[in-house]
């Protein structure tokens, strides 16, 4: 991982200046900073929780629980979800299940960020 963005830091530096304008450097440092970043288990724990808050005015949306003192870097442990696969929906709450995935996907997008 670590030749790998030397040898793209190498790479920018060469096309930088020549066919690019901007500050790749800062580009893919910013880039790289938020790649680990996310794949940190524990601020995606932090996440689910900040995603539950911002649509529970919704009613309907749920995140499973995050067990804070088993989850590390590597690894999140969550409680177990019972319920139904979703195939085994009839078509009525397939529909309605369709509908509440779509309002929630939106609302995210839109009005939580």
């Known amino acids: 991982c670590l030749l790998d963005g030397s040898v ?13 304008n901007g500050d790749l450097l800062a580009i893919f440092d910013l880039v790289a900073g938020g790649i680990v970043q996310e794949l940190d288990f524990r601020n995606e ?3 689910a ?10 009613g309907y949306v749920d995140v499973p629980v ?4 088993l989850t590390t ?3 999140m442990v969550m409680e177990w979800v ?3 696969h979703l195939s085994a929906l009839d078509p009525e709450e397939a529909m309605r299940m369709t509908y509440m ?5 939106t609302a995210g997008l ?3 960020g």
């Not at 793209?8 to 690019?20: C, D, F, M, Q, S």
């Not at 929780?49 to 005015?57: M, V």
């Not at 995050?66 to 003192?69: C, I, W």
């Open 66 to 69: 995050t067990l804070p003192e």
């Open 101 to 105: 995935s779509c309002e929630a996907v």
């Open 110 to 112: 839109v009005l939580t």
């Open 49 to 58: 929780a900040a995603f539950k808050t911002s649509l529970s005015f919704l």
């Open 8 to 20: 793209i830091i190498v790479a920018l530096k060469a096309i930088e200046g020549r066919y690019w």
């Open 82 to 84: 019972h319920g139904r």
């Open 73 to 75: 870097r590597r690894a």
């Open 45 to 47: 724990a932090k996440n």
